[in-house]
């Protein structure tokens, strides 16, 4: 029985046998259980070109694929042709197409110890096929060009393994401090990424022939792999999709759409992409050449685009290269300074110092292009900002917003609209003046006091009222609100003394209060012992020698009468601390049948000590007639 199961299996090929079956195409010939065809379509065994059928140009069928990336069946007869050189002028051709072949076998470079003289011979091949591009009057036919992009795409198209980072999408902004992931594959990839870029720059590429083949599906394929982790990969696609972008008319709306939406994956959804910094380093060259006056796409690219991509938190990985095609944009249209100035507000940041530094820099490097009647329609809220950043306690933040008046253009703009600007930054230079820490902050502030005192010294003595009267009233706001409060709280206290109404009052300092509750002060407020807490109100009767405890603290401790107490005031944790609508309230007493909680949202435990029973109930209130209270208003 296991004799006739070997028998089914397959022999193995002798090495002549095998030898003479890749004579006609070593790297890509499939055996004889398979089929005795070419399996990429690239030679038969005679040595010709095949024609692959042009809506497929780099496809193969399952099992040709397999057999081509499966390398173990392939190094035993993976061996050098014959030099381009040696070969007469009739045959360099065919034999072009061959060794474009042989390169599409992918070997596994995670082993540096396997294939070691397979892997060479594809290396001298690559470097020959690379050198022959470059020979003078050669013509690319198509089936060259569809060979050619096939071989390119067996070798680049694959699966990006990505590095693992702990947090990464969460502490995105210190990336760009972690060493680069290199590729173990990049001795083959470069010369392959070298034969693509030689390949699309050649003048002798015909372009008509070549779209054919490097069309959307390729594009597509070819910007996937900018999110590898290798620079070098990168840099070598940003300069390949410029050609492409150059050469092939056709394809620059669909490659702009492209781009766009990998940002928009990249803003809205992942905020994690290796080559945001490269493909905006192509914008940049791309946006140079826009035609005037610019097309309403170009302006809905920037405000879509562009504009929310100071957003995510690694913005200092690609901050220059957007900074320069913001620029470009205004440059080239300088009514685009409004809509660029009131986005960078829009999402200018709040608790991240470094990255409002970088806007700072930005916003200098867009006013000293935006014109007068532009910059008076975003002043007021762009100056709002500005004063808070004169106010930062971040120094740097500071510092940078009292450089723009460094600026040459920037002091004519302010000096042209000072009536509208000194107005809402006078309170923030006055505030710094006084307060704050920084000496170097102090200094400046000073400066841009004395350059808007000298430029109009009765502005600035009105605006100088104006911040006076404006803090005598706020002192005198203040004053009365305190004021009001006192009697509302003196007015609450004189009711509950005369209704034995429950008061809410924030400083207690009472540990033991009488039943008659002086003064109608109830201490039961765990304003102290629970702080920021949420108020619920309970109503109870408590028996003899009975213990209320919240949260392991005595609220309530009665003596040997019974007590009735009202209107407590508890508090509910945030963020879940406890079961949403439940209080740890424990209750210990020697008359349990007298003891109750009643109300909801707040669940109890009533613990009898005589009779070691207990019983959840519900809670509401508290009020004292009877009883001595006993209160833990904590520390």
């Known amino acids: 029985m296991i004799k006739s199961l070997l028998s089914k299996l397959p022999r193995k090929q002798s090495k002549s046998a095998r030898n003479s079956e890749f004579a006609g195409n070593p790297a890509l010939t499939l055996n004889s259980s398979t089929s ?12 010709k070109p095949v024609n692959v059928p042009s809506s497929a140009p780099y496809s193969l069928s399952n099992i040709a694929e397999k057999f081509i990336r499966d390398t173990n069946s392939v190094t035993a007869s993976y061996e050098a042709l014959p030099n381009l050189r040696d070969v007469p002028s009739t045959e360099k051709q065919n034999m072009f197409i061959r060794k474009l072949n042989m390169c599409c076998v992918v070997f596994d470079f995670t082993d540096p110890t396997k294939n070691l ?15 022959y591009l470059t020979s003078p009057n050669i013509k690319f036919s198509e089936t060259v060009i569809q060979e050619a992009v096939k071989m390119v795409s067996f070798n680049l198209f694959r699966e990006l393994i990505p590095q693992t980072h702990d947090n990464k999408v969460l502490h995105a902004f210190d990336v760009e401090e972690e060493e680069p992931c290199m590729d173990p594959s990049w001795p083959h990839l470069q010369i392959v990424y070298e034969f693509l870029l030689r390949l699309v720059a050649s003048p002798e590429t015909d372009a008509k022939l070549a779209k054919r083949y490097i069309d959307h599906s390729f594009v597509l394929k070819l910007l996937d792999l900018f999110d590898s982790e290798d620079p070098r990969e990168r840099e070598y696609l940003k300069t390949i999709l410029h050609r492409i972008y150059g050469k092939f008319m056709v394809h620059r709306p669909f490659i702009r759409k492209s781009i766009n939406n990998i940002f928009y994956r990249f803003i809205f959804e992942t905020e994690k992409h290796n080559g945001i910094t490269e493909l905006l380093e192509i914008l940049g060259s791309i946006i140079n050449g826009f035609a005037l006056p610019l097309k309403e796409e170009h302006k809905l690219f920037l405000i879509r685009a562009l504009i929310p991509l100071h957003k995510p938190k690694c913005l200092s990985m690609y901050h220059q290269q957007l900074s320069y095609c913001i620029i470009q944009f205004v440059e080239k249209d300088c009514k685009l300074a409004d809509i660029v100035i009131r986005g960078l507000l829009k999402y200018w940041p709040i608790t991240n110092s470094s990255k409002e530094v970088m806007f700072l820099s930005e916003l200098e490097e867009v006013l000293e292009v935006t014109q ?4 008076q329609r975003c002043m007021v809220p762009l100056f709002r900002q500005i004063a808070r950043c004169l106010n930062s306690l ?3 933040v500071a510092e940078r917003s009292f450089f723009l008046w460094n600026n040459d253009h920037i002091e004519n703009l302010i000096k042209q609209n000072r009536k509208v600007i000194l107005p809402i930054i006078f309170p923030s230079l006055e505030r710094n003046g006084r307060n704050h820490w920084n000496q170097a902050v102090h200094s400046l502030t000073l400066n841009v006091c004395k350059f808007f005192s000298e430029l109009d010294p009765d502005l600035y003595k009105d605006c100088l009222l104006t911040f006076q009267e404006a803090e005598l009233k706020e002192d005198e706001v203040n004053a009365r609100r305190e004021a009001t409060w006192k009697r509302l709280e003196e007015i609450a206290a004189k009711k509950a003394a005369a209704s034995n109404e429950a008061v809410l009052v924030t400083n207690v300092g009472l540990r033991r209060v009488p039943h008659q509750l002086q003064e109608g002060l109830l201490a039961s407020s765990l304003s102290t012992v629970l702080p920021a807490f949420s108020c619920y109100a309970m109503t109870a009767t408590f028996g003899a020698n009975t213990e209320l405890r919240c949260c392991n603290t005595i609220v309530v401790k009665t003596s040997t009468w019974k007590s009735c107490i009202s209107h407590l005031y508890l508090g509910i944790p945030p963020l879940g601390y406890f079961s949403k609508g439940s209080l740890p309230l424990s209750v210990s007493s020697r008359d349990a049948e007298s003891t109750s909680l009643k109300g909801s949202n707040i669940v109890a435990k009533l613990r009898s000590n005589n009779h070691g029973g207990s019983a959840d109930m519900g809670c ?7 009883a001595d209270v006993d209160i833990d208003a904590g520390s």
């Open 36 to 47: 005795s065809k070419s399996s990429d379509g690239g030679s038969n065994k005679s040595g």
């Open 620 to 626: 509401d209130g508290l009020t004292d007639k009877d």
């Open 117 to 131: 003289k397979e892997k060479e011979i594809k290396r001298q091949t690559l470097v020959e096929l690379v050198d």
């Open 372 to 375: 007068p009647p532009e910059f």
């Open 394 to 396: 971040h120094f740097q």
